[in-house]
């Protein structure tokens, strides 16, 4: 079955800096890969998602990008700011299966400091 | 849509007691997640149904712990006994085959 690594587990910035997180997949067959954002004492919340036929994809200030050869995925926030702090998941699936179980990464605890 | 609604918010209760978590998915979704989170274990999939049908209910920890889905509108997670080691917050989330909505959680005390 599908396994997902992120790393790293804990990542510490300071404001206005650039944070990068990455994950990586087992199963090929896997063709969604969404981000969810968890900010403290709240559900995770889908911030950004990308699909296997794009290379990457753009919001403002956050970008993920994907390389199927490698099945990494990563996800790049820009001009960091202190409410960018919370944990993010990331997560691979196979749209295929129609049942939309998602495989989650271990999480990823960002702190902005300001 | 208000979203997937999990009650009740929080739940304390004494060891040995009967824990009930009910979750709505969201109106059209066929498909209803458990999740269990802590923070040494991340966010665990417990148990997912496909159009009312258990498909996948490995990630249940033991016999303490069933769900049920009766109809599209309602989900159930019963704890029989609860345990303090069940203490953790509970997520329910349902998709439409892609997307994944959470619910609020559900912030369960076993004392």
């Known amino acids: 079955g599908e396994n997902v690594e992120q790393h790293p587990s804990t990542l510490s910035v300071q404001e206005g800096d650039s944070a990068v997180i990455k994950c990586t997949y087992s199963d090929s067959a896997s063709n969604y890969f969404p981000w969810y954002k968890q900010e403290l004492g709240k559900r995770p919340q889908l911030i950004i998602d990308i699909r296997s036929n794009v290379g990457e994809k753009k919001d403002q200030r956050i970008a993920v990008t994907l390389n199927k050869t490698a099945k990494h995925f990563s996800l790049h926030i820009t001009e960091t700011q202190p409410e960018d702090s919370a944990v993010y998941f990331c997560?691979?699936?196979?749209?295929?299966?129609?049942?939309?179980?998602?495989?989650f990464g271990q999480g990823t605890t960002l702190q902005v400091k300001p | 849509d208000a979203g997937v609604i999990q009650s009740p918010r929080h739940e304390v209760t004494e060891m040995g007691q009967e824990v009930t978590l009910r979750c709505k998915p969201i109106?059209?979704?066929?498909?209803l997640f458990w999740y269990r989170q802590t923070m040494m274990r991340g966010l665990e999939l417990l148990i997912y149904?496909?159009?009312?049908?258990?498909?996948?209910d490995s990630g249940m920890p033991e016999d303490r712990f069933s769900a049920k889905m009766p109809n599209a509108s309602f989900s159930t997670l019963k704890i029989q006994p609860s345990e303090p080691r069940d203490s953790a917050v509970y997520f329910c989330a349902s998709s439409n085959g892609r997307k994944l909505f959470f619910g609020s959680g559900t912030q369960l005390s076993v004392l």
């Open positions: 109106s059209g979704h066929n498909s």
């Open positions: 997560a691979a699936t196979y749209l295929g299966s129609n049942t939309g179980k998602l495989i």
């Open positions: 149904f496909n159009n009312n049908v258990p498909i996948d």
